[in-house]
């Protein structure tokens, strides 16, 4: 795989502000930033965590070289001191992470740097840029898999993705999410996101005939015959032709061919058509894919309509995620540390209370009933306190405090790992195969409630106590 | 500037139907394939071409490493004598495509790619990854700036971009389109995209009071003070201390500080009453600079409302494209040669009219008005007609022939520019800066009606009489 430096991936204010720390000489401060994103995209109840393998890969990575310097000089703003610092940089913050493929909510720390000021600050745009498209793309995945109900759900979205890595990091997400695979070699390549595809209009138009590109595939690739049926006229000429492949497939070599796939027109209608020609001719076995600009919404109302389709292969809506394309990920300071390395909590008001941060070095926890074995809500607490699941736990929501819960019976997990100590990476990325299993068995915890795409229930994210009281305390002291 | 080999960033497909083309013996005849796209983004009148550059790259770069045949080879459906082809391949195609820069519409042919059908067929991929992606954020860029009305817009969105090379090269093809920088270092270190910032509210908040962030920017930063003035409270607390340490700062070093920010509230009310501020304070120089989920109808919208903002900082909307974030591009096999190099047109029919192709090798012209300057249409051709300029020339369109204009005292000039010729690079991409400069000036030759954002007039793109003759042939020959 190449290994590119991103170091030089960042805004520009990030440099004038490090410089800027650098020369005030309170460069060395230690810092608290919470990444965190305020909605999921398309209303959904909650997001899939992705992108930690690259956030930790770009964190290793992390140097200036002569180049970097030299072209920083040439901006003439920077102090040679300060140049002197990035040549010798090392990074010495803590990193703190919610695992990919876990399902996460609004207002929850995802992502926590801790250490020198100038260093936790420079790190913003990359953090935000990886998890940001990364979770987008798994979150949209998820959605869409749901909607297809078990049945196989392909990325095949690389011709319509925003650059190179939003194919490449597109593929590896969307298969976190919950996709079986892409079309994109690359990903499989670098990231054993499993590759496959068969034939294009083009194959077709280069034969004589529709039969005759059928049967050239069949001959070369006998064990692997999607024949694309819409070249010409899907039930008049495709299917036909598919079925004959087939049939003489199945005479000359015993193979069954593996199916067809429509990629224009009236989905539901040719599949149920396309269905009985198929079963009909005792090709029960051969599935039906279908790939024309479909998202979680077009194959939900495919399969209300009673399309027979077995497996999805979707593109543009899915690698760009079309129907909400940004995921809003932000970066905050929570605190810093005074001379003494007492930790002073920080937050950032705004006239938009949905904008206003929750302070303080955090801790977030998940808590599971267990006899349901469901996820029951995220407690974010002040970094240092527990949660003892032998004792009960009051729930309580942090704006109507009267809306409480009592909960016993439960079982309370840490959300986040630890990536990165004083600089040292400590955490061994999960094979995107486990990965992907996870995210499975992590969405069966979540209610069906949470789950709908129209108005779900709001998952519990609360403050214990103790956090609830700081961030009073400082919203009090705020008003003027 | 890190070279990638992305030759495997392709679709599975390509392999097979290569492998399959090489298999039956006809990877060899020589097939034209056209780039072109069926409706421009947002409803607009047009598109700007982006992303020339690095297909030239990608071109350049083809070949096979010993990783990527074993790979394939692990894939178990790839031949051995296939696989040494791919060992020893060498790029053989002539390329065609519009400048980048170059304002373009629906339907005409934005690269042609002609060569052998193994090697036109496998390129599909990352030519419409390429040319879709940059031309879809150009062509935003260029809705964006003319909404701004001549005032700076700067790309700000590399933390909302869909992976890393969304944010690169979306800052690159941005600024193709009309912004006047990014925020984005590694563009500019690499692209010479010129990159810009001063600081977030974290700076601010770092110190004990506003003032104290402000002034000690200004120390360092005495000749680019951009004053972030919304981490509290805009009118009471943020324009008055800029005010307070411009003024210092004109006291103690005869410096002007050059503008404040706005990053959220009611930007057409807080720099209509920061304007005065800044007046009455003696600082009409000083500009004012918009920050806040902006596109051109925000944009526009401030404008309508008296908004009194001189530069606009454009994130997210612009880096997905948010309100449309596919560009729409496809590649089709237009035509193939048979065994004594006779060109044999190819159309692909579609019961969507508008998805039916224009067959055959073309070529594509664009006629000027002598007198105005400006563009009076484009023509596609087959690829060996000529347009004489000191003859009338007869517009007419293709659905209703018999709406037809006479067009005399014009110049004509072929839109396209060859870029490979048998595999070899023939042209130099232009400096990203002079490709803006050639954008602004081919912009300037579109009529107003054209350039609105809603339900503009549709540019004429026709075709000669013998390439409008040849499609209706072959249409005939396929009805059924």
């Known amino acids: 795989m190449t290994e590119r430096n991103l170091t030089m991936l960042t805004d520009f204010y990030e440099f004038t502000m490090a410089n800027g720390y650098f020369e005030k000489g309170i460069g060395n401060r230690r810092a608290y930033f919470d ?31 002569e180049e970097d310097i030299a072209y920083l000089r040439s901006r003439k ?66 959605r869409i898999t749901r909607a297809a109900e078990g049945r196989t759900v392909l990325e095949f979205g690389s011709r319509r993705a925003q650059g190179y890595d939003g194919a490449i990091l597109g593929a590896r997400a969307a ?38 590109a059928f049967k050239a595939y069949a001959d070369i690739y006998p064990d692997n015959c999607v024949f694309l049926v819409d070249t010409y006229n ?41 269905r009985k020609m198929l079963d009909a001719a005792g090709f029960e076995d051969m599935q039906i894919m279908a790939s024309n600009s479909l998202d979680e919404y077009l194959v939900r109302d495919l399969l209300v309509q009673g399309a027979r389709v077995d497996s999805f292969g979707i593109g543009e809506r899915l690698i760009t995620s079309k129907s909400e394309p940004v995921f809003g990920g932000v ?48 407690v974010l607490t002040v970094h240092d306190e527990q949660i003892d699941a032998s004792l009960p736990y009051v729930l309580f929501h942090p704006v109507y405090t009267w809306k409480q819960r009592i909960v016993t019976d439960y079982t ?61 305390e400082l919203l009090e002291a705020c008003r003027i």
Chains 1, 2 share one sequence.
């Open 35 to 65: 990444m965190f994103f305020r909605r999921v995209p398309d209303g959904g109840g909650y997001a899939i965590m992705a992108g930690v393998e690259q956030l930790i890969e770009y964190f290793n990575n992390l140097h200036f070289s």
């Open 77 to 142: 703003c920077f102090s040679e001191s300060f140049l002197n610092y990035l040549r010798d940089f090392e990074f010495e913050c803590d990193v703190w992470a919610v695992p990919e493929g876990t399902p996460v909510f609004p207002g929850e720390p995802l992502v926590t740097v801790a250490g020198p000021m100038i260093q936790a600050q420079f790190v913003e745009t990359m953090i935000l840029l990886t998890i940001n498209h990364q979770t987008l793309i798994a979150t949209k995945a998820n």
């Open 175 to 212: 298969y976190i999410g919950g996709c079986q695979g892409t079309a994109c070699v690359l990903s499989d390549r670098d990231y054993k996101i499993p590759a496959g595809g068969t034939m294009a209009h083009s194959w077709v138009q280069m034969f004589d005939s529709e039969y005759e």
């Open 234 to 274: 899907v039930l008049k000429s495709g299917v036909p032709n598919a079925i004959r492949v087939a049939k003489e497939l199945e005479a000359e070599k015993g193979i069954r061919a593996r199916g067809i796939r429509l990629d224009s027109g009236d989905i539901a209608y040719l599949s149920i058509e396309a």
């Open 331 to 378: 970066y905050k300071l929570a605190a810093v540390e005074d001379e003494n390395g007492e930790i002073i909590p920080k937050i950032k008001v705004s006239e938009n209370v949905e904008k206003i941060t929750t302070p303080h070095f955090k801790q977030v926890y998940r808590l599971f009933d267990n006899k349901t074995g469901k996820a029951l809500g995220d």
């Open 412 to 472: 309370v997990r840490p959300l986040r790992v630890q990536l990165f100590k004083h600089g040292k990476c400590v955490y061994n990325s999960p094979d995107v195969e486990d990965i992907r299993k996870y995210c499975i068995r992590e969405v069966d915890t979540l209610w069906d409630q949470i789950k709908r795409f129209e108005n779900p229930q709001t998952y519990f994210v609360d403050l214990s106590k103790k956090l609830w009281s700081c961030k009073n």
